[in-house]
C-alpha cells in the first residue's frame, strides 16, 4: 500500500475554470499567520509547557466532535475515556481507546473532523497509514515518540503553527496568574517579543454568574466576590465585582468577552426588578425559569454597556440548547456532545443593545449563531448597518465546508466582508488550529475564486479580501475601538 497523502487541492472548487484561480488566491494566505481569538485551550498548557499526553488524550478523550460520533455509533464515553474516576467500564488504556478510535475512522467520512484530523496527522505529525484497526498500533507509537520531543511542546507549536496571538477562555474568578507570566515569558513569531507583549490573552467568560437558575450559581458569586475583593451583599455590589473583574482581565491583555446564552434576548429589567430578583436568588435560591431568562437578557445588556466603559469586544454564542441528555450530564457533565442548536431570533432579541450602543464608538460586539438560516434574514442586515456589530464566522456545527461557502453567500450581498470577523477555531484541541484555519482559508479562496471567475471580482481584489478575511480582519474585530 502506498504511503497515505493528502491533495493540495483539497477544499477547493472542483470546476475547472474556477479550481486555477482558487489555487492561486489560497497560495497567498496559506502561510499567513493565525491569529485565534477564540477558542478553549487551557492557558497552563502554554504556562507549564509540559509534554501532550498520550495519543489518546490528544486526539480523542477531550475532544467532543470526535467521541461524539463514536458514541451515535453505539461506543460508550467511558470506553472511550471519558467519565468521572470510577465509573463503570472507564477505560484506563490509552491504547485501547486510540483502538476504538481508529477502528471507527469510517464514521467520520464527509465530516470536518475527518479533515483536521488528516491534517493533523499527515502535515504535523508525518503519519503515512490512514487509521484503521490495523494501523492503530502502528500509528500510536509513532504519535507517542513525537509527542517526546520537545518541538512538539505547546510553546514550540506556537512558533510551527505560526500563531501570532491566540485567546483563551477563562472564568470571570481567575487570578490570571499565569496569563501574567506568560505575558513576561514568551516572545513573537519573530522572537523579539517584550514584557508585557501578551501573545497569549485572556477572555473574560461570566455565563455561569449571570443565570441565577443554574446550580452552584451562589457558590459561584462567592467566587467572584473572592477575586474581585467585593463583598457582594446584593445587586449594586454584584455589578461592582463584575467590573473590578473586566478591569483584571484588560490589564491582563484581554481584548473580549464571551457569553454562550441559550437566547440572543438583550431586554434590559428596571433596576429596581433586577436587584429585588437577585436578592431573593442570593438568600434564598428563589427563581422561576421566566425570571432566570429575564435576568440573564437584562445581564448581557448590562454587558454591553460595561464593554462601552473598558472596550471589551462582546462576543455572543447563542442557539445551543446545553447538555440536551440530563443522564449525560449528571454523570459526565458539560461539554460531551451533548449539546444541539435551537431556532434563535436576533433582529427583536439585540434590538436594546444596538438601539442603546449600536453606534457608540467604543463598543463593538461579535455575533455568531448555529441557526444558518438568519444569516440573509437577520444577522447580515443588522451587521450591514450597525457600526458596533460584526457577523462572526461559522461555527461549531457550521465550521464545515458546505457551511462556510453557505455564509459566504448568505452574508456578503448584505454584509460585504469589512462587517464580519474573520474566523475562530472555537477548539480545545490545540492541534486542530492550524487544520481548521488552513479548510477556512480554503473554502474562502474557492468563494473569491468563483466571483473572479463571473467577472464580479478582480482577482488583486480578491487577493486582497483573501488577506484580510484570514488575517487582518480577525486583528481588527477583537482589537478594542479605541485602539
Known amino acids: 500500500m502506498s504511503d497515505w497523502t493528502l491533495h493540495p487541492d483539497r477544499a477547493l472548487p472542483a470546476d475547472p475554470a474556477t479550481r486555477p484561480v482558487a489555487r492561486e488566491i489560497y497560495e497567498t494566505t496559506r502561510d499567513l499567520p493565525i491569529v485565534s481569538m477564540h477558542g478553549h485551550v487551557d492557558v497552563a498548557a502554554f504556562a507549564d509547557d509540559t509534554p501532550f499526553g498520550d495519543p489518546a488524550q490528544l486526539f480523542v478523550v477531550p475532544d467532543h466532535y470526535l467521541t461524539r460520533m463514536l458514541v451515535s455509533q453505539g461506543t460508550p464515553l467511558p470506553a472511550l475515556g471519558v467519565g468521572p474516576e470510577g465509573a463503570p467500564g472507564l477505560e484506563k488504556d490509552p491504547r485501547a481507546i486510540w483502538r476504538r478510535f481508529c477502528e471507527g475512522w469510517k464514521h467520520f467520512r464527509g465530516t ?18 490512514r487509521p484503521s484497526a490495523e494501523t492503530a498500533d502502528a500509528i500510536y507509537d ?12 505547546p510553546r514550540a507549536l506556537l512558533d510551527e503553527f505560526r500563531i501570532e496571538v491566540i485567546a483563551t477562555t477563562d472564568p470571570a474568578w481567575s487570578d490570571l496568574a499565569q496569563h501574567q507570566r506568560l505575558a513576561q515569558e514568551l516572545k513573537g513569531l519573530d522572537g523579539t517579543g517584550t514584557p508585557g507583549s501578551a501573545r497569549v490573552l485572556p477572555t473574560f467568560r461570566p455565563d455561569p454568574l449571570l443565570h441565577p437558575a443554574r446550580p ?15 463583598e457582594i451583599g446584593g445587586y449594586a455590589a454584584y455589578l461592582d465585582a463584575l467590573r473590578e473583574r473586566r478591569r483584571a482581565f484588560v490589564a491582563a491583555g484581554g481584548t473580549a468577552t464571551d457569553h454562550g446564552h441559550l437566547s440572543a434576548d438583550t ?4 433596576d429596581d426588578v433586577a436587584a429585588e430578583l437577585f ?20 445581564m448581557l445588556f448590562q454587558m454591553a454597556a460595561m464593554s462601552c466603559e473598558d472596550g471589551l469586544v462582546m462576543q455572543l454564542h447563542p442557539g445551543v440548547l446545553r447538555d440536551h441528555d440530563p443522564e449525560r450530564f449528571a454523570t459526565f457533565g458539560p461539554d460531551k456532545g451533548y449539546d444541539i442548536p435551537v431556532v434563535t431570533e436576533y433582529a427583536n432579541g439585540l434590538r436594546p443593545v444596538l438601539n442603546a450602543f449600536g453606534h457608540a464608538e467604543n463598543f463593538r460586539m461579535i455575533a455568531f449563531t448555529v441557526d444558518e438560516d438568519v444569516y440573509s434574514r437577520e444577522l447580515a442586515p443588522l451587521a450591514g448597518v450597525y457600526p458596533a456589530l ?11 465546508p458546505d457551511a462556510m461557502r453557505r455564509f459566504r453567500e448568505a452574508a456578503t450581498g448584505t454584509a460585504g466582508f469589512s462587517n464580519t470577523s474573520g474566523f475562530v477555531d472555537d477548539t480545545r484541541a490545540f492541534c486542530s488550529i492550524p487544520a481548521r484555519h488552513d479548510l477556512n482559508r480554503r473554502v474562502d479562496a474557492g468563494f473569491l475564486a468563483r466571483l473572479v471567475v463571473e467577472h464580479r471580482l478582480e482577482l488583486d481584489e480578491a487577493v486582497d479580501t483573501a ?12 482589537a478594542p475601538p479605541s485602539a
Open 112 to 129: 470536518p473532523t475527518r479533515y483536521w484530523i488528516e491534517h493533523e496527522l499527515v502535515e504535523i505529525f508525518g503519519i503515512t497509514r
Open 142 to 153: 509513532q504519535l507517542a515518540e513525537r509527542l517526546e520531543d520537545p518541538a512538539f511542546r
Open 216 to 230: 452552584g450559581w451562589r457558590d459561584d458569586v462567592a467566587r467572584l466576590a473572592t477575586a474581585s475583593g467585593i
Open 267 to 270: 431586554t434590559p429589567l428596571p
Open 279 to 298: 436578592a431573593r436568588a442570593l438568600a434564598r435560591g428563589e427563581v422561576t425559569a421566566e425570571e432566570n431568562a429575564a435576568f440573564s437578557g437584562h
Open 390 to 400: 460584526r457577523l462572526g464566522a461559522p461555527w461549531w456545527f457550521l465550521d464545515e
Open 467 to 478: 488577506a484580510d478575511l484570514a488575517y487582518h480582519l480577525p486583528k481588527k474585530a477583537y
